[in-house]
């Protein structure tokens, strides 16, 4: 690298700022990050995300006791979605530094979307818990990966701001994912419309992160 340029700089397009008596840290402010089509691809990769995760979460059960599975049982699932999550985070974290953040996070989606596709066909309880192993592992390795995009298309100079405001693109998927689940199921008598929603929501999502690009100033 030339004298004096970090590595930081060559891989995301954003330069540290020096001033007077130290170093400014390097990056956008929330105004020059919300007028980049980056920030809205991030924004709807959350609510996507958010949206699949609680309605999986707030149907999972019911829907697996409409099975015939007793209840019990059914809870099980989420202990099984809960411990591979654990698993997913410091496996595919440590991938995504290796292989990059975009290209563990497209797998991690697909993964994802993949598993949903799977519990629409599931009748028994090991399906259920194959389900729970991909789906958790996936969605898991799916948080470190996007949290960091975000650090590495703005900087750290506002990270705190942008991540809270996309943090409200999250609630705005949490809130209306298992309302939308089960409103459909009201109206179908199934869940197979709503967890379809959900699959195509995580494979919006992977086309999302691959439209995502690094941010120059």
Known sequence: LPDGVKPSSVETGISETKKEGGTQLAGFSLLEASRTPNFWFLGFIWLLHSFALFLLITHIVPHATDLGIPAMQAATILSFMGGSNLAGRLIMGRVSDIIGRKQTAIICAILAGGAIIWLIWSQDLLMFYIF???????????????????????????????????NIAWGIGAAIGPAI????????????IAFSTGALAMLLLAVFVALTRPQKR
């Open 132 to 166: 729970g192993v991909v789906w958790g592992f996936s969605s898991g390795g799916l948080d470190p990966c996007t949290a960091a995009l975000i650090s590495d298309t703005f900087g750290m100079r506002s990270i705190g701001v942008i991540m809270g405001i996309l």
């Open 181 to 192: 689940g089960g409103l459909v199921y009201d109206v179908s008598e199934s869940y197979f």
